[in-house]
C-alpha cells in the first residue's frame, strides 16, 4: 500500500571470504546533502569513487524519496547559524534512519547546530546525532580512543591521531549504544558510531578538509573506513514491528491507551487557523496542498502539518461530490478520478506525542484496503493495512495509532478503489507525557531537563513548555511528582 512512499530497505554490502576486510562496494551509491557548495563535496565523491561507489548530491529539502533510493545518507553541515540544519532535516533524517538507511553526519558545527532547532527536534538530533549542545570549545588534537572499532581500524588503514585546527563543537550526550571513538585535545566526543539491530550512524564531529592540510590523509583513511562499515550492516527486522505500537480501529480503545489527549475538528473556523488559510473556507473551496496549524493558534500543545502525498492536489473543504455528504470535514482534491485520498500528519512542534487518531467521514464502499504508517523518533517505522467495511453512502471510521516512542509523522493511504473519505477531525495523545527528551525512557535525562526549567515559564527557555507537565505556567514540585510517578520506561498504556 505505500510503494509511492515508503523507504527501501538497505542494500547490504558483501564481505570477503576468509575473515578478510570488504573490497569496494561495487554498485552502492550514497545520497549528499549538503546546505551550501563546498570543495569538500567534490572531496569526497573522489574518495567515494575510490570505493566503486556512485555519489548524488541533493540540496536541503530534497523528498523522502529521492534520498531512500540511496545505500547511505550523508549530511555534511558546512554552514553556520544562517544557513544550518533546520527542523524539517531532522525529522527527514529520522525517519531515514528508522528505516535502516545508514547516516553519517560530518560537520565541525554539528552540536552547534542545536541553535536552530525547536525543542522537539533538538531532542530528536541529539538522539541522531549523539552529541549535546555545545559551542566555541575549540579545536586542537583528535585522539584516538577506541582503537579496535572498525571505523578506526579500517580496510584502508588505521586512524591515528591527528591535528585538527577548526572548532569540535562537541559534548557528551550519553545516549544508548554509542561508542566514542576519538576526542578532541579538550576531552570533547569527536567522532562517534552507533550500532544496532538494524542501524548504524557515525558523527564525525571535524570536516574531511580544513586545517592543517598535513592531517588531511589520515581523515581520508577514517572517511574511506567509516563508509565502509556503515554500509557494511544488516538490517535484517528493522521493519518488523517494534514493541509499544499499536494500531486501532475502535475510538474508546484508542482513548483508553492514548492518555490524555486533544482534537482538532475541521470546522471552518479551525480550518482557518492554518496559516495557509487566510479566511473560513466555504463549501467545496480547494485549499493548499500543505496546511500548517501552529500551537499558538489552535490552542493545543503541538503544532502539525497535514501534506497531501499525491502529487499536484490540494485539499478540499466539505466536497460533496458523489452526493456523499462531508460537512466540516477535509478531502485531498483528485487529479486522476482515483480519489487516493493520501494524506500525512506531521508533528513538528510541542512536547512528544505518542499517539495520534482521525475520524473518517464518506463513503466507505470499495473492496480494498486503506493503510495507515508511522514513523518514530528513534525506532519505529511501521504500518497497517485495514479494510474499512461501510453499508455505502454516509459512513464514520476511526483509525488511529499509540506508540512507545514519540511520533514523528503518520501517513494515511486510501486504497484507490473509488472510497470517498475526508477527515473530520484529528487526534492527538500524549501516553508518556514525562517522556521530557523523547527516548522512551522517563531517568535522569528527563529529570534534568525538569530542573533546568524550575519555575515560572517566562519564555527565556522554550523547553519550559515540556517540562511544565501540569500546564499551569510553572515548572514546580507538582511537575516534578509527575515525573517521578511516570519513572521508568514509557508504556503504552500510560
Known amino acids: 500500500m505505500f510503494s509511492r512512499h515508503s523507504i527501501p530497505s538497505l542494500v547490504v554490502a558483501s564481505l570477503l571470504a576468509g575473515g578478510l576486510p570488504p573490497g569496494p562496494a561495487i554498485g552502492q551509491s550514497v545520497a549528499i546533502v549538503q546546505n551550501f557548495p563546498d ?131 562537541a559534548a557528551v550526550a550519553s545516549q544508548t549504544g554509542e561508542t566514542v571513538l576519538a576526542v578532541s585535545g579538550g576531552g570533547w566526543d569527536a567522532i562517534l558510531a552507533f550500532e544496532s539491530a538494524c542501524h548504524r550512524s557515525v558523527t564525525q564531529n571535524c570536516r574531511l578538509t580544513g586545517a592543517p592540510q598535513s592531517s588531511e590523509p589520515m581523515r581520508k583513511i577514517l572517511f574511506q573506513n567509516a563508509v565502509t562499515w556503515l554500509v557494511s550492516g544488516g538490517s535484517a527486522g528493522c521493519m518488523s514491528e517494534p514493541e509499544g505500537v499499536t494500531f486501532h480501529t475502535d475510538l474508546a480503545d484508542w482513548n483508553a491507551a492514548a492518555g490524555s489527549t486533544t482534537l482538532l475538528r475541521t470546522t471552518a473556523a479551525n480550518v482557518a487557523m492554518a496559516n495557509e488559510v487566510p479566511v473560513p473556507p466555504g463549501n467545496n473551496q480547494f485549499l493548499s496542498g500543505v496546511l500548517t496549524f501552529p500551537a499558538a493558534a489552535t490552542g493545543l500543545p503541538n503544532g502539525f502539518r497535514l501534506t497531501a502525498l499525491q502529487p499536484g492536489v490540494g485539499f478540499t473543504y466539505n466536497d460533496n461530490e458523489g452526493g456523499v455528504d462531508q460537512s466540516d470535514a477535509l478531502s485531498v482534491g483528485d487529479v486522476d478520478n482515483g480519489e487516493n485520498d493520501d494524506v500525512s500528519i506531521d508533528i513538528i512542534s510541542g512536547p512528544p506525542v505518542h499517539a495520534v487518531g482521525m475520524m473518517l467521514g464518506g463513503n466507505f464502499t470499495a473492496p480494498g ?9 528513534g525506532g519505529c517505522t511501521q504500518g497497517v493495512s485495514v479494510d474499512i467495511p461501510g453499508p455505502g453512502g454516509n459512513a464514520s471510521a476511526f483509525i488511529g495509532v499509540v506508540t512507545q516512542l514519540p511520533i514523528i509523522r503518520v501517513e494515511f493511504d486510501e486504497d484507490a478503489g473509488g472510497d470517498d473519505i475526508s477527515v473530520a477531525d484529528f487526534r492527538f495523545g500524549s501516553a508518556c507525557p514525562a517522556d521530557l527528551n523523547g527516548d522512551g525512557h522517563i531517568n535522569g535525562a528527563d529529570l534534568a531537563i525538569l530542573l533546568a526549567n524550575w519555575g515560572p515559564c517566562n519564555g527565556a527557555l522554550p523547553t519550559c513548555t515540556v517540562a511544565d507537565l501540569t500546564d499551569d505556567g510553572l515548572v514546580d514540585p507538582a511537575d516534578l511528582s509527575v515525573l517521578l510517578g511516570a519513572w521508568g520506561d514509557c508504556q503504552s498504556g500510560r
Not at 566555541?136 to 577506541?146: E, H, M, S, T
Request: charge should be negative; aromatic fraction near 12%; proline fraction near 5%.
Open 39 to 169: 570543495g569538500e563535496i567534490s572531496l569526497m565523491q573522489v574518495y567515494l569513487a575510490e570505493l566503486g561507489m556512485t555519489s548524488t548530491l541533493y540540496d536541503q529539502g530534497s523528498t523522502d524519496d529521492m534520498l531512500a533510493m540511496h545505500d547511505l545518507v550523508i549530511w555534511n553541515d558546512l554552514g553556520q547559524q544562517g544557513s544550518g540544519l533546520g527542523n524539517d532535516d531532522v525529522y527527514q533524517f529520522d525517519r531515514l534512519f528508522d528505516a535502516g538507511i545508514p547516516m553519517y553526519f560530518i560537520g565541525d558545527d554539528l552540536a552547534y547546530s542545536h541553535i536552530n532547532l525547536n525543542p522537539q527536534p533538538s531532542a530528536y538530533w541529539t538522539a541522531l546525532s549523539h552529541l549535546g549542545p555545545a559551542n566555541n570549545i575549540g579545536g586542537g588534537d583528535v585522539v584516538v580512543v577506541a582503537p579496535a572499532h572498525p571505523v578506526i581500524a579500517g580496510p584502508f588503514g588505521t586512524v591515528r591521531a591527528f591535528a585538527y585546527y577548526g572548532d569540535i563543537d
Open 369 to 377: 484496503e486503506e493503510a495507515f504508517r508511522v514513523f518514530c523518533a
